[in-house]
Antibody, heavy 124, light 108 residues
Framework: EVQLVESGGGLVQPGGSLRLSCAAS????????MNWVRQAPGKGLEWVAL????????YYADSVKGRFTISRDNAKNSLFLQMNSLTAEDTAVYYC?????????????????WGKGTTVTVSS | SSELTQDPAVSVALGQTVRITCQGD??????ATWYQQKPGQAPVLVIS???NRPSGIPDRFSVSSSGNTASLTITGAQAEDEADYYC???????????FGGGTKLTVL
């Protein structure tokens, strides 16, 4: 079964750090671009970061650039998100998601496998 | 601009057809992808590209696009289609992933 399982969420004080993990199984993890997407309580989806299959392409949302670091270990089928200098605005459910792409007339990208998410709460 | 804009809420009578739209400059260069999310659950891919549906997604879901607007159409909406729907694309540089603000679909 294709599966993503996030872990590492919890309660952290403002200014603190947290490291999220995402364990992949059931597919060739090293062949896929991976994303972190978050959702604040009662809000919509917000993309956080992506990392390509071979580590050589990494992008961040402006809201987390310089504070968050995405990484992966293809040998361990794992994705990570190191989060530093956390603020209340980072409180959210964090999902990892597998990304594929296609092209016909235009390019398109799709996230076809999602984990159930891990909750991060930043509060004093 | 680097934004995707959706109507916050749409309603449809059971069995009728509803269109959910998504606007953004990048949709002139990329197809939109659509996700369904029900309360307390992770998003689910509904459709991408030119009507590519994952297995298990019924064919009452379809997409179309014109200029900077992409549309998700549900033909014969069912009670189980009641959910939040998000469109998704890249920005024009391809370096940022965009999500629309989401549309809450109510099936009456």
């Amino acid at each position: 079964e294709v599966q993503l399982v996030e872990s590492g969420g919890g309660l952290v004080q403002p200014g603190g750090s947290l490291r999220l993990s995402c364990a992949a199984s059931g597919f060739t993890f090293s062949s896929w671009t991976m994303n972190w997407v978050r959702q604040a309580p009662g809000k919509g989806l917000e993309w956080v970061a992506l990392i390509s299959s071979s580590y050589n392409t990494i992008y961040y949302a402006d809201s987390v650039k310089g504070r968050f670091t995405i990484s992966r270990d293809n040998a361990k089928n794992s994705l990570f998100l190191q989060m530093n200098s956390l603020t209340a605005e980072d409180t959210a459910v964090y999902y990892c998601a597998r990304e594929g792409y296609g092209v016909t007339q235009y390019f398109y990208y799709y996230m076809d496998v999602w984990g159930k998410g891990t909750t991060v709460t930043v509060s004093s | 601009s680097s934004e995707l804009t959706q109507d916050p809420a749409v309603s449809v009578a059971l069995g009728q057809t509803v269109r959910i739209t998504c606007q953004g400059d990048s949709l002139r260069s990329y197809y939109a992808t659509w996700y369904q999310q029900k309360p307390g659950q992770a998003p689910v891919l509904v459709i991408s590209g030119k009507n590519n549906r994952p297995s298990g997604i019924p064919d009452r879901f379809s997409v179309s696009s014109s200029g900077n607007t992409a549309s998700l159409t549900i033909t014969g909406a069912q009670a189980e289609d009641e959910a939040d729907y998000y469109c998704n694309s890249r920005d024009n540089s391809g370096h940022q992933v965009l999500f629309g603000g989401g549309t809450k679909l109510t099936v009456l």
